[in-house]
């Protein structure tokens, strides 16, 4: 018995429906609690970021994890608890990651010797200082916001002169859906474990859209190959061929391209590990969508096109 990917549509539909209103709920939540639907980094708010961590090649020097109460009572004396973020980082919670409003180098070595006095020694190899702009960082959120969507628009372009608007109009719902159910993703990590999105973030959901169209293009290529050659007219035994065809290539595609990202996350470093998460979140989502969402969408609406031209 042939697996048939229409015949679950409802199924496929409800799960992505449940995804969707997930990631809004978890957005709004976060813009009442935060003011914003996921939590801004340094990038884009502008401000001062101060990462340490303990030196633990001293005696004695990291004998306890560290915890955001005790930091933040610490940067209440100084004068700068309001609008300013405290991480935990590190596997041992050996770690700080504070984001401040702007500082000068004084105020910057000021808050440095204080945290040393307080917490421990820092290990100098571990020290990471960034300072960006208010300006810098509204620049950088615009263009960030311009590229996903001049990406978009040029897909839609594309796949309307490759294929038809119909096509393109279903591609680009499976696009939002992966972008959307990301999104939400990291809103609920920046509500529960206080997670950032910077302009890697921005680069992950660019290249979530590459890849997520890359993969519908290909179904669609077989569908209209399919309908082209097939005896039959109807659709739904097309669709069901079409994912059939290329399922085999969709889920070989997507592991390759899932290993090294989740190598990345696994052993990358902090840089670079919710930005490999945003890609593989991405990527499970783009090789769903492609797979039952765009195929199965295109298929029950050229079913309602043909029932209205039957009609007419």
Not at 139 to 150: D, K, N, P, Q, R
Not at 209 to 230: M, Q
Not at 286 to 310: D, M, P
């Amino acid at each position: 018995m042939k697996f048939s990917v229409v015949k679950w549509e409802k199924i496929w539909w409800s799960i992505s429906a449940i995804l969707c209103i997930g990631s809004v709920i978890a957005m709004v939540i976060s813009y009442t609690s935060i003011g914003t639907i996921l939590r801004p980094s340094l990038d884009f708010v502008g401000g001062t970021r101060l990462q340490v961590e303990l030196d633990c090649t001293i005696a004695n020097n990291c004998d306890r994890p560290l915890t955001v109460n005790e930091v933040r009572e610490i940067l209440d004396s100084e004068n700068l608890g309001n609008n300013s973020s405290i991480q935990i980082v590190g596997k041992d919670q050996h770690g700080i990651s504070i984001r401040t409003k702007t500082l000068d180098v004084d105020e910057r070595t000021k808050l440095q010797q204080i945290l040393t006095e307080k917490i421990g020694i820092f290990d100098e190899k571990t020290i990471q200082i960034d300072t960006v702009g208010p300006t810098i960082g509204k620049e950088l959120f615009i263009s960030g916001f311009l590229a996903l969507i001049v990406s978009f628009t040029g897909i839609i372009v594309y796949l309307s002169f490759r294929f038809k608007t119909d096509y393109a109009i279903f591609a680009i719902i499976a696009l939002f859906h992966d972008v959307l159910v990301t999104t939400g993703v990291f809103a609920i990590l920046g509500l529960v474990g206080g997670v950032e999105v910077d302009t890697l973030f921005l680069v992950a959901l660019l290249t979530i859209t590459g890849f997520s169209v890359n993969d519908t293009v290909v179904i669609y290529d077989r569908i209209r190959e399919i309908a082209k050659e097939a005896n039959t007219q109807n659709i739904n035994e097309i669709v069901d061929q079409a994912v059939l065809q290329t399922l085999t290539r969709s889920i070989n595609t997507s592991l390759t391209t899932l290993l090294p990202v989740v190598a990345i996350f696994l052993f990358g470093g902090e840089t670079l590990k919710f930005f490999a998460l945003a890609l593989i979140v991405g990527f499970i989502c783009g090789a769903y969508s492609s797979i039952f969402i765009a195929s199965t969408l295109l298929g029950w609406w050229r079913k309602v096109s043909q029932k209205k031209a039957v009609t007419a």
